[in-house]
């Protein structure tokens, strides 16, 4: 999975690319995005996943899309991204 940073007036937007695992709420995904770090002693690369909470405005999401999310202003507790693209659609 991929993670890109861009400039605004504002800040800087996060970008992040991941697998939605849940669409059961209205106008939200669920996403979880991996990343790979280095354990420092070892030097073995392990992927970690986290869970994060998106905005989707039409409902278009399903459950095993690849998705593209951007950070953006807290619109609830827990959802600080916003659905930017759907890059590949899960088999029906």
């Given at each position: 999975?991929?993670?890109a940073n861009a400039t605004?007036?504002?800040?800087?937007?996060?970008?992040?690319?991941?697998?939605?695992?849940?669409?059961?709420?209205?106008?939200?995904?669920?996403?979880?995005?991996?990343?790979?770090?280095?354990?420092?002693?070892?030097?073995?690369?392990?992927?970690?996943?986290?869970?994060?909470?998106?905005?989707?405005?039409?409902?278009?999401?399903?459950?095993?899309?690849?998705?593209?999310?951007?950070?953006?202003?807290?619109?609830?507790?827990?959802?600080?991204?916003?659905?930017?693209?759907?890059?590949?659609?899960?088999?029906?």
């Amino acid at each position: 999975m991929s993670e890109a940073n861009a400039t605004t007036e504002s800040g800087t937007i996060r970008t992040l690319t991941g697998q939605v695992v849940s669409d059961k709420m209205d106008k939200s995904i669920t996403v979880a995005v991996q990343r790979q770090v280095r354990h420092p002693v070892y030097g073995k690369y392990i992927r970690l996943t986290s869970k994060v909470m998106a905005h989707d405005e039409e409902n278009e999401c399903r459950t095993g899309d690849t998705v593209s999310i951007a950070s953006c202003r807290p619109l609830s507790r827990r959802k600080t991204y916003r659905l930017v693209s759907i890059i590949e659609r899960a088999s029906r």
